[in-house]
């Protein structure tokens, strides 16, 4: 009961007792289906899978089906590996409001890393899929930002903006801004293919590739990014410029025409 | 012979050095008669009348500018590898063009900071005359004798738009170049030629490795030259017509009233020109503009969104996002109507603000001069027309940015396009009509004014105990003021037979004009200005009101 | 134009008639001109202490300024021109180029804001009337002017002598002639240049990121390739216009869900392969949505459906995308089948 306590912040937490008497139905199937695999695995795996099997079923069950095989509310889960959780959950993407927009929104992530790797390792237990990449897959060393920058403007531009500031898709749907996004998950994004975004798989955008880009979004985009210029105006381009040079430069100079052509005080009379 | 006597006796006399180094001009250039008309020349105040000069000061700011920017910049395509100081660049492949765009914002000291000067200049001097012929337009100041000055002015807004366009394409960044790739495409779009242009001016199949060279020459030479020309004549007009002034007390359309060039306008537009110089140089202090080196190099397959012109360039880009993908294959050739009704609106709808001033005098039949501004509210339907045409520029402006609008207010880039097709055909037909019941309001206040004069939000109660408010009669200057407009009477056809009985022939055009004529100054659109009968029978009458 | 059937009386009389500057009222005038409102005095017209802060003021600015061109070449002098500082709101921004342009802008403000003031408080600010004069000249002017060209006109004898009046005008109508014949190098004749891309029967599909022929098993359902002509490199001269009739974009459809025959057949195991090149005016349309198979431009927004032929559903292009027919060689590799069969990119008056 500590544990449910513990999440008492969780929206859906009404329900949270009645899932977790489904969960208990569904942790005994766990302990036998997979069994013959469980087995050769390590004890701490097939742990943290039982584990992820329960967060499952309270989160994620009622849209994406109690096995992963999805349903009209969820595609299936099968196959997109444990990168395709990880960044879903890990960015607050999943789960997802029951109502949303012409795409779900990147929010507040409501589980810990832990209870994500449980979940991760759950779905990746249903059919293979991309695993989540590691520090030296998207760290900066050996990267080159300069390929990335190419590599970028060839794949992702189209979409994020030149320098990832997000632009419009059809119909309300968006690409969203790469701007404060950790590294791992811009990996797992490339990787699985999120959403509407097209996957970037290593056969086609190698390790190293991806390793490149998200370097470059790293000089061109993070917070110590520097805008030698001065303000970056949302660094959306002429928009933003003319909308500015109309209000602050037009602006400014029909003040101090008012200023240069108004008449001066005169002295009271007396 | 008398006057070179005078000369030689003022040279041998001790006159200050000043005068010598005058007389010497004069006598080569004959600089006297030209300051004595125009030293002490009167240029009446008004805010408004600033904004030209927001546009000639911006403009020489860029071509001062632009002068240093041409030492380091160089307009050439051949590819070479970037080993700068802006390192997510390193090793890539680029043009020369694009490299020394690079150079001058990170190695040129104090480039950058000229750069965008010359950028964001570019971005004033455009919005500077864009305002600036709203303002003559809304004023009425195009009409005679300033016709052939409005045109210029027009072209001027013209060029500058060109200008601007081949500036910012120079640099062969992703950005221009799609924008140039864009040209391109417009280009091929025109029937029977539009593949002939398109290799003449590209040197062949784009991109080439001419454009930026091309673009370059037509950069800085050829428009910026039609301009500097069309700038002088436009600024011998101003001083050759004087300057129109708002009616009021003792401003006629025979005179003009206001301060000296010496000394008053030499300070006010001379400090001005450094007030728009400091402001602009601030800005390029504070504010990125363009900044190529997170664009990249152009390439023909890669792009970005939120691929936009500058703003200028804003509504051609709506016309052409707005338009239905139309494209008519007929007899083995296609008419790409998509692409070519856009290109083709483009001009038109500027156009149509051009010959505005001949439409107008040719309705109204007025050959006299006017140097009196009208008072947008005193011309109805001229303000509510213009009102409706910035309403579809505007309108396209957005459906330029549509991806921008629909990211950050969250709609549907669909719905942004929707909205603006639609908007484009209604949005002036609303603009128009509650512009022009606007003006008739204000009419109505001002004729209200007249009578009733001004109130005061003083209460008094009168003796048998009903409460008024005072109103305060207007000084004769402001009643003169007020009814200082002119109205004309719409145009009739006449009788359409004459004397004899006979059926008298009416053109077409006639018709026209008595219709148009009806429409500018019928009874629905002009409320009459007090006459004084009526002044004088309320304010004499019965004492309060 | 002409305006002779408008009656003078629908003209409003002219706004001044002629009365001077204090007109009288009249009926289309209802109130008479007052004239010119009296001269009043400013502070600093009766006030000289008033008057010397004005002159203080207008020298503290031109001292602003001065000290302002001082720091801006002190800046330039002492200032790395790549340190990087950080304003508040302004971001991490260049140094010299944010000290460069504040004491620029300063000076020069310094010395416009010193001058305005200097104009408006201490110049005579008395108002000044100028006459106006008409425009066009006088009839006897006008006559002379007249007489004159007609004088001049015969004495040329230009009328009169017709053959060198049409020599001359043909003359002069044919020397620009050679003008126009010198633009001609400007560029090659259109011929079939735009209907022929670098695509051969046989050619591997390069992906642009790696470099690498593709393989079928490559491509993932879902993924998104860019892909180019073997034997085209980037360093190569002619790159940038080859690339931009020959940019390939690859994705894997299930088989099942493309709804064009056509499509379906010069797919290659669901893989099909489209231009880059949007139709509309040439943008690289790319904005795949891998749920909905739309390919959105993001240069004017014309959306294409890839799952249907790549037909358009949205925007302003006027016709599908090309696609390219593709297969597997011997060695498994993918391949096109030929070149585009319609040509890529924009339409143009003679694609038919």
């Known amino acids: ?220 985009n993070s917070d110590e990014t520097e805008t030698p210029g001065g303000m970056e105006l949302g660094g959306i381009g002429p928009v933003a410029e003319g909308l500015f040079g109309w209000i602050f430069g037009l602006g400014t100079l029909i003040a101090i025409a008012v200023w240069v052509a108004a008449r001066t005080a005169k002295a009271k009379k007396s | 012979m008398s006057t070179n006597d005078s000369t030689q006796s003022r040279a041998r006399g001790k006159a200050p050095a000043g005068e010598r180094v005058a007389d010497w001009a004069d006598g080569r250039l ?102 600036h012929m709203m303002r003559v337009f809304f004023t009425g100041a195009f009409r005679k004798p300033r016709e052939i000055n409005w045109l210029f002015g027009f072209l001027l807004f013209v060029l500058g738009m060109f200008t601007g366009f081949t500036g910012y394409s120079l640099p062969d960044d992703l950005l221009s170049g799609t924008g140039v790739r864009f040209t391109q495409g417009a280009i091929l779009s025109v029937p029977i030629v539009g593949t002939y242009i398109s290799m003449f001016l590209f040197g062949g199949e784009f991109p080439g490795d001419d454009f930026v060279a091309r673009f370059y020459s037509i950069h800085i030479l050829l428009l910026p030259g039609i301009m500097l020309g069309l700038v002088v004549a436009h600024l011998i007009l101003v001083f050759y017509h004087k300057h129109t002034q708002f009616a009021g007390p003792g401003k006629s359309n025979k005179n003009v009233v206001g301060m000296p060039l010496l000394p008053v306008y030499m300070a006010k537009a001379g400090g001005f020109f450094f007030l728009v110089f400091g402001v602009i140089a601030v800005l390029a202090g504070i504010a990125t503009v363009n900044p190529i080196w997170a664009l ?6 890669m792009v970005s969104t939120g691929a936009q012109p500058d703003w200028y360039m804003g509504f051609a880009e709506g016309l052409v996002r707005a338009m239905p993908g139309w494209e008519i294959n007929l007899w083995g050739h296609t008419l790409v109507l998509g692409v070519f009704v856009p290109l083709v609106l483009f001009g038109v709808f500027l156009a149509a603000i051009a010959v505005y001033p001949f439409i107008e005098s040719w309705i109204t039949g007025d050959k006299r001069e006017h140097h009196i501004l009208d008072r947008p509210r005193n011309a109805p339907t001229r303000t509510a027309l213009g009102v409706a045409w910035i309403t579809a520029y505007m309108i396209m402006l957005i459906g330029g940015g549509n991806d921008i609008v629909a990211t950050h207010f969250h709609l549907s880039i669909n719905a942004v396009t929707w909205f603006v097709r639609i908007g484009f055909f209604v949005g002036p037909v609303i603009a128009f009509v509650v512009t022009k019941r606007i003006c008739l309001g204000l009419q109505r206040r001002d004729k209200d004014k007249v009578l009733h004069g001004r109130e005061t939000g003083t209460i008094k109660r009168l003796p048998h105990g009903e409460y008024i408010e005072v109103h305060e009669p207007l000084s004769q200057a402001s009643l003169h003021s007020l009814t200082a407009h002119e109205q004309y009477a719409p145009a009739e056809i006449g009788p359409t037979v004459d004397e004899n009985g006979v059926e008298r022939k009416v053109k077409g055009s006639q018709k026209l004009r008595a219709k148009l004529s009806k429409a500018y100054f019928g009874e629905d659109a002009q409320i009459p200005k007090p006459t004084v009968e009526e002044y004088k029978e309320i304010t004499s009458g019965h004492g309060h009101h | 134009m002409s305006s002779q059937d408008i009656p003078e009386e629908n003209l409003p009389a002219a706004q001044d008639t002629g009365h001077g500057a204090l007109g009288v009222a009249d009926e289309k005038h209802p109130f008479a001109d007052p004239g010119l409102p009296p001269h009043e005095p400013r502070i600093q017209d009766i006030d000289e202490r008033a008057a010397k802060r004005s002159e203080r003021t207008v020298a503290l600015l031109f001292t602003v300024s001065m000290l302002a061109t001082i720091g801006f070449i002190a800046s330039f002098v002492a200032i790395p021109h790549d340190k990087s500082i950080y304003v508040f709101t302004l971001g991490h921004i260049n140094a010299m180029n944010f000290a460069l342009g504040l004491t620029l802008g300063v000076a020069l403000f310094c010395i416009g804001a010193g001058a305005v003031h200097w104009g408006r408080t201490l110049m005579s600010d008395h108002e000044l009337v100028q006459e106006r004069h008409p425009i066009e000249a006088p009839a006897d002017v006008r006559a002379q002017v007249f007489e004159d060209f007609r004088q001049g006109a015969k004495e040329s004898q230009l009328g009169r002598r017709k053959l060198i009046r049409n020599t001359m005008f043909g003359a002069m109508a044919m020397v620009p002639l050679s003008g126009v014949v010198l633009l001609r190098d400007l560029g090659p004749l259109p011929e079939d240049k735009l209907r022929h891309t670098l695509w051969r029967k046989g050619k591997l599909i390069v992906n642009m990121n790696t470099n690498e022929p593709l393989r079928p098993s490559d491509v993932a359902v879902g993924s998104l390739t860019f892909a180019k002509p073997e034997g085209l490199e980037e360093h190569d001269h002619g790159f940038q216009n080859e690339i931009a009739k020959a940019a390939l974009m690859l994705v894997r459809i299930q088989p099942e869900d493309i709804k064009d025959k056509r499509e379906l057949e010069w797919s290659h195991e669901g893989i099909v392969a489209y231009s880059k090149i949007c139709t509309h005016v040439g943008c690289p349309i790319s904005l795949y949505e891998q749920q909905t198979h739309h390919v959105l431009c993001p240069c004017h927004q014309s959306t294409f459906d890839l799952s249907d032929g790549a037909r358009v559903i949205f925007g302003p292009a006027g016709h599908p995308l090309p696609q390219l027919r593709i297969g597997v060689n011997d060695e498994g590799y993918l391949e096109a089948l030929g070149d585009f069969e319609e040509p890529v990119g924009p339409a143009f008056w003679e694609r038919g």
């Open chain 2, 30 to 131: 004959g600089i006297y008669s030209l300051a004595k008309a125009n030293m002490r020349k009167i240029f009446p105040d008004h805010w408004s009348f600033m904004l030209g000069e927001v546009c000639l000061y911006s403009f020489l700011i860029i071509i001062l500018t632009g002068v240093y920017l041409t030492l380091f910049f160089h307009p050439s395509m051949n590819e070479v590898e970037y080993h700068g100081s802006y390192i997510p660049m390193q090793g890539q492949l680029m043009s020369e063009a694009y490299k020394s765009t690079l150079d001058i914002s990170f190695d040129v000291r104090g480039g950058l900071l000229i750069r965008q000067i010359h950028h964001w200049a570019a971005i004033v001097f455009l919005a500077g005359m864009f305002v």
């Open chain 2, 296 to 301: 990249g190099p152009y390439r023909p397959d």
């Open chain 1, 1 to 220: 009961m500590k544990k449910l306590s513990a999440r008492r912040r969780h929206p859906l937490a009404a329900v949270v007792v009645l899932l977790l008497a489904l969960a208990a139905t569904g942790g005994l199937y766990a302990a036998f289906a997979p069994a013959g695999k469980a087995q050769a695995d390590e004890t701490a795996q097939s742990l943290a899978i039982d584990e992820g099997k329960k967060l499952y079923a309270v989160g994620c069950a009622s849209c994406h089906g109690t096995g992963g095989q999805g349903t009209s509310d969820g595609p299936s889960l099968v196959g997109v590996g444990a990168a395709a959780v990880d960044f879903q959950v890990a960015t607050g993407r999943m789960p997802a409001a029951t109502s949303q927009g012409a795409q779900v929104p990147r929010k507040k992530n409501i589980y810990t890393q832990a209870q994500i790797d449980q979940l991760a390792a759950y779905i990746a237990s249903l059919g293979a899929g991309p695993s989540v990449p590691t520090e030296e897959q998207y760290g900066p060393e050996g990267a080159d930002i300069a390929k990335g920058g190419e590599l970028f403007r060839n794949n992702c531009a189209q979409c994020h903006n030149f320098t990832g500031k997000g632009g419009a898709l059809t119909k309300g749907k968006y690409a969203p801004t790469l701007e404060g996004v950790n590294p791992k998950h811009i990996y797992e994004a490339m990787q699985t293919g999120p959403q509407n975004m097209p996957s970037f798989p290593d056969t086609t955008l190698s390790e190293q590739n991806k390793k490149d880009i998200i370097a470059y979004l790293n000089a061109v």
